[in-house]
């Protein structure tokens, strides 16, 4: 396992990521359409993952209503204090107007509780889960800087925000000398590459880390929905994030002959060439199984060549948008 800086701050992150999405009781209404691990298999799958390296674990406030940031506290139990757990809030996770959002009251709120769940005192990273326009930005990161003063929060993050609501954080960030956000939280995969036109050149300019959710695409990109032999599964239940099928079977046929070039599965070679991408900090990756968790995690051991690379990058090319096919303009010396 390979370690690297969460942005621009001296915290090392493993490479991977266990996401705790899956962690919940298999009768429960969200663990029923994702296949809930139950305590059990939740904590068998930290250990796994501790054994292999990882030392970043994420979840949120309303993955199980609650309950995968319960079996994660337990799951961890004394090893908390060796390792990173990353949560997020915003998500409505009750009734009434002032349930969900980003605002200081909902933040605090919703720290207290996840810090009563995970069993903890402080939260290494907590993440805005998506973009509030409801809440002025101010209001969200003045309640984010005032957690990290207070030490129930170590660092801040943010998921699911355009390029622009990036630059406008870290620009109040600074103009107010509050607790800049070191990483956000997106979605990124062989099927999914729009956050290449403005999300990764910005991270990177403004010195962001980058986590990736849903590498697999919902399980598209494991290979069992494509081809003859494809079955159902987790994306019948729940068809996130969209993906363009018919193309993502070409992708998915060419992520096929790399795999078995090097006796490997589609799902590692796609984890894997998220791995090798400009930007990317760590891969979150979350199973139903422990089968499943096991090929996932040996994604670190797959080294793919250029061609390889460059094979996959031509079948996922996206399509140039404006200004992307603009010619560049230089003024002469």
Not at 5 to 11: E, H, V
Not at 82 to 109: C, H, W, Y
Not at 271 to 280: D, F, I, S, Y
Not at 306 to 333: C, H, I, K, Q
Request: proline share 4%.
């Amino acid at each position: 396992m390979k370690y690297v800086p969460l942005g621009a701050t001296g915290l090392y992150v493993s490479q991977l990521t266990l996401g705790a999405m899956t962690f919940d009781h298999q009768d429960g209404t969200f663990g029923a359409r994702i296949g809930g691990t139950g305590q059990d298999l939740a904590t068998r799958m930290v250990d796994l993952s501790i054994e292999a390296g990882v030392n970043l674990f994420d979840t949120a406030n309303n993955y199980g209503m609650g309950q995968s940031e319960i079996m994660l506290g337990k799951a961890l139990g004394s090893r908390r204090k060796d390792v990173i757990v990353a949560t997020k809030f915003t998500t409505q996770v009750g009734e009434g107007p002032n349930a969900g959002g980003s605002s200081r009251l909902a933040m605090i709120r919703e720290c207290e509780n996840s810090l009563q769940r995970l069993g903890t005192d402080w939260i290494d990273l907590y993440q805005v889960h998506s973009f509030d326009k409801t809440t002025p930005l101010e209001e969200t990161l003045r309640g984010l800087d005032q957690l990290v003063q207070q030490g129930k929060v170590r660092y801040a993050g943010v998921s699911n925000y355009a390029a622009w609501q990036l630059a406008k954080a870290d620009g109040i960030c600074r103009q107010l000398g509050l607790e800049r956000c070191c990483s956000v939280q997106a979605y990124y995969s062989l099927v999914g590459r729009e956050l290449e036109r403005e999300i990764i050149p910005a991270s990177i300019d403004l010195g962001l880390g980058i986590l990736v959710w849903s590498p697999l695409a919902g399980g598209f990109l494991t290979g069992k929905y494509s081809g003859a032999n494809a079955v159902g599964g987790r994306r019948a239940q729940l068809a996130l994030p969209p993906v363009d099928e018919e193309r993502g079977h070409d992708i998915v046929d060419v992520a096929r002959e790399i795999a078995d070039a090097h006796g490997t599965s589609v799902a590692q070679v796609s984890l894997a060439w998220l791995l090798h991408k400009p930007g990317v900090t760590s891969v979150i990756v979350g199973a139903r199984t422990e089968e499943q968790l096991k090929g996932n995690l040996g994604t670190v051991d797959l080294d793919l060549s250029t061609v390889d690379m460059a094979r996959l990058d031509e079948a996922s090319s996206l399509r140039p948008e404006y200004p992307g096919w603009a010619p560049p303009m230089f003024r002469r010396n």
